[in-house]
């Protein structure tokens, strides 16, 4: 069974139509015990990195991920679910840096591009030996944000460009992310859902 974790990010029932499309149970839950225990969670994200961090604090999300990174079981994060997994991020600051979870110890900051936010179809390269990218040479994907991550974490990376190179995908064990949305990526969007799946 898949969880898809609910903290008021919006977006989920999109999701969820399209994990279920893989053949894999799929539940929207913000019960702990369900997603600690899930064969898969997924951590969607819509909107800003304070307000999706909020939520995620309000339903023990944070500490969820957490005793999943530990336990090595597999996540997914999505789109500003992929941000709150670094260390922090400056959307919306005066300075102050918002705290992440902290998956991986680099930070968010807002990309240099003349046109924001990077909204549409774009394409990845990756770097590493990557199992969710496998059959997924020369695709695109969609995107909508204004924020990245720009330094490599984790053991295989997808990189895209917008203004600047950023980072649009991790891989790290257990521990996958995704800066595009999966499931708005059509046919390639659903592969690497599958990819994911075959890997839990």
């Known amino acids: 069974m898949i969880a898809i974790l609910d903290y008021g990010s919006g977006n989920l029932r999109s999701a ?15 019960d702990r015990d ?9 951590v ?37 679910g992929m941000q709150i997994f670094f260390r922090d991020g400056d959307e919306h600051t005066n300075g102050e840096l918002h705290k992440g979870v902290g998956v991986w110890q680099e930070s968010v900051s807002k990309m240099k591009a003349p046109i924001l936010p990077h ?48 980072l649009s995908a991790v891989e790290d064990g257990a521990i996958c992310a995704t800066q595009f949305h999966p499931e708005k990526s059509g046919d390639a969007g659903l592969a690497l859902i599958k990819n994911w799946v075959a890997m839990l």
């Open 44 to 80: 969607p994200g819509v909107g800003a990195f304070a307000a999706c961090m909020r939520g995620l604090i309000n339903v023990g999300g944070d500490e969820i991920v957490r005793a999943r990174v530990a336990g090595q079981r597999p996540t997914l994060g999505i789109c500003v």
């Open 34 to 42: 369900v997603a600690l225990n899930a064969a898969g969670l997924v």
């Open 119 to 166: 909204m549409g179809w774009n394409t990845v390269s990756v770097t590493g030996n990557s199992n969710l990218f496998s059959g997924l040479t020369d695709q695109s994907f969609y995107f909508v944000h204004s924020y990245a991550a720009k330094a490599p974490v984790g053991i295989a990376q997808a990189w895209t460009t917008h203004g600047e190179k950023f």
């Open 16 to 30: 969820q139509r399209a994990f279920e499309r893989s053949g894999v149970e799929v539940v929207v839950t913000s």
